[in-house]
Each structure stands twice: as structure tokens, then as C-alpha cells.
């Protein structure tokens, strides 16, 4: 049973890594490695690593996808403001 366990999450993993990678649109590609943070913590934890699986959800599930969407946001209304002083 267990081994079934880890091999379902590892094949979440492979799963939702190739989504992130597949991804061209930078705001869905924050969503969707905000769940390959989610994903990995779940996988963490499997390998009875809670402490690394709560590290993992907390900065690669939220502050870093929050970081790359106030990023991207910031870039597309630089660039539409520089589209409306043209």
C-alpha cells in the first residue's frame, strides 16, 4: 500500500512538472507551480519529511508563485502604460 502511495505521488509530480513546463502564459504558469508546490509537499511528506513538506508548502506553494504574479502584473501595466504615452 505505501509503495502505491509513493508511486501515485511521484507520478503527480511528473505530471504537474511537465503542465509547468508546458505552460507559455507566465500568470498560468504561477498557478500552476503554486500546485506543483502543493504536489511536492504532499510527496515530502510520503517520504516522511513533514518538516521539509511544510517548508516546501509554505514558500514553494504561496510566496513564490505570489512573488512571480505581483512581478508579472507590474510587467504587463509598465508595458501597457508605455503603449498609452505612445
Known sequence: MADAV????LLLVAATATVAVAT???ARQALVLSVLGVVLAVLFTV????????SQLAVGSALTPL????T???VRR?????????
Open 78 to 86: 509598465r508595458g501597457r502604460d508605455e503603449e498609452h504615452e505612445r
Open 47 to 54: 517520504f516522511q519529511a513533514p518538516d521539509v513538506g511544510l
Open 6 to 9: 509513493i508511486v501515485v505521488a
Open 72 to 74: 508579472v502584473r507590474k
Open 24 to 26: 507559455r502564459d507566465p
Open 67 to 70: 512573488l512571480l504574479m505581483l
